[in-house]
């Protein structure tokens, strides 16, 4: 008998943002591709991590998380959006937001339950449902506006839909969710009596005066809802593994024993340094990354255009899909391949983001980076006129 991968090898790939950073890093080019943002950790974050070394916190903690970060968490939470957490039994700190949503799945969804996913699509909100054993099922957001139909969500419900994921601000599309939105989703949500998972995790990089409203304070929602978040973009430590989710207790236990069994725990002392971090930064700190990365935002789109590359102006999150239809190439990936050998600047092909052929002539450019490097990339992408 040889041996041989399992059968559930074949779910899980290299995905296609690894795939042009490893072609970005041969080259020594701008990785415009990966959303790791290369700004400073707070001080107080990083202090307080090291204080926590320095003072025990090296051991296992609970495995839904230290009580210093949940109830940090859960303040933060009701200081931002207004909900009422109890911090002992409705949080689930994890291994990132990425950990927090897997834990979810393997909690609420059984193989073959149908979840209703936005197009474009994070990747891994995909992969992590069929690694989990759920069917992804596609609803298309229509550009420039990224907006959508009561008739394309009912289209694709059946017996088996169980839940709804909501992405706000998304990845890669930049769409915050209005009120509006989330109400008829909370509507359809309740009809069909589905499990509503969001991923917040850009909740504070909002641009032109947007939003950002928590789908499970829509009324109705809560119980239904499981928001799922973290620190590693806020924070710039997307290394540290942090992100937690909130929902009903109903839901919880099962949740964190699932990160019992996959994480034990996320690391202790990083979970110290995050507690500090979202009780002393204030309102200041959350609006200056948003004025921020709205500077960097229209520096991008600027040079995108003067590209003839359209840009679809993102309201949040630090992405941006451009059209590059006029480039070379047969596919996404062959033309953010001509525009990586170039100018050396990396973006991800707009195929990682469809189901279908629909991302061929999209690209998603990433500009959470200094501005130095920023600027670089803009020159470069200019000359590609
Ligand atoms: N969710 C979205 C929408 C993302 O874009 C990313 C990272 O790019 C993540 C989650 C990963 O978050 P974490 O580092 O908390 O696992």
Redesign the pocket.
């Known amino acids: 008998m040889a041996l041989n991968l399992s059968s559930r090898h074949e779910l899980v790939r290299q995905s296609e943002i690894r795939n042009m950073s490893v072609e970005c890093d041969r080259m020594g080019g701008i990785n415009l591709s990966q959303?790791i943002s290369d700004l400073a950790v707070p001080k107080c974050v990083m202090m307080a991590a090291q204080k926590a070394i320095e003072g025990g916190y090296n051991s296992y903690t609970h495995f839904s998380g230290l009580e210093e970060l949940r109830k940090a968490i859960a303040e933060k939470q009701k200081k931002y959006t207004g909900m009422d957490i109890d911090p002992e039994n409705e949080i689930v700190v994890s291994?990132?937001?990425?950990?927090?949503?897997y834990c979810a799945c393997l909690a609420l969804l059984n193989p073959g339950d149908e979840v209703i996913l936005f197009e474009p699509y994070?990747g891994?909100?995909k992969t992590t449902l069929v690694a989990a054993g759920a069917v992804p099922v596609y609803v298309r957001l229509s550009p420039p506006e990224w907006t959508f139909t009561d008739e394309s969500l009912e289209s694709v419900v059946s017996g088996k839909t169980r839940g709804i994921l909501i992405?706000t601000p998304?990845?890669p599309s930049g769409k915050v969710f209005s009120k509006e939105e989330l109400d008829r989703i909370a509507e359809f949500a309740s009809n069909y009596d589905l499990f509503v998972f969001t991923?917040e995790?850009?909740e504070h990089f909002l641009y032109d005066g947007k939003e950002h409203i928590a789908p499970a304070t829509i009324p109705g929602m809560r119980e239904r809802t499981i928001t799922i978040s973290?620190?590693?973009?806020t924070f710039s430590i997307?290394g540290w593994?942090?992100?937690y989710s909130i929902c009903d207790p109903k839901w919880s236990r099962s949740i964190g024993y699932f990160n019992d069994l996959i994480y034990v725990c996320a690391p202790s002392p990083l979970q110290m340094g995050v507690a500090k971090g979202l009780i002393d930064l204030d309102k200041d700190f959350y609006q200056h990354i948003s004025q921020q990365f709205q500077r960097k935002r229209d520096m991008v789109c600027n040079s995108l255009r003067e590209a003839n590359l359209n840009p679809f102006v993102p309201e949040g999150?630090y992405y941006i899909l451009a059209d590059i239809s006029r480039i070379p190439g047969k596919s996404s990936n062959e033309r953010c391949l001509y525009i990586l050998r170039e100018i050396g600047v990396a973006s991800v092909p707009g195929s990682a983001f469809y189901h279908d052929k629909s991302g061929e002539k999209l690209a998603r450019f990433c500009f959470a980076k200094e501005d130095y490097v920023l600027s670089e990339a803009c020159t470069r992408l200019k000359s590609l006129k």
Not at 95 to 101: C, E, K, P, R, V
Not at 230 to 233: A, H
């Open positions: 959303g291994a990132g937001s990425t950990g927090a949503f994070y891994y909100h992405n998304a990845n991923d995790i850009y973290g620190l590693s973009k997307t593994r942090i992100g999150a």
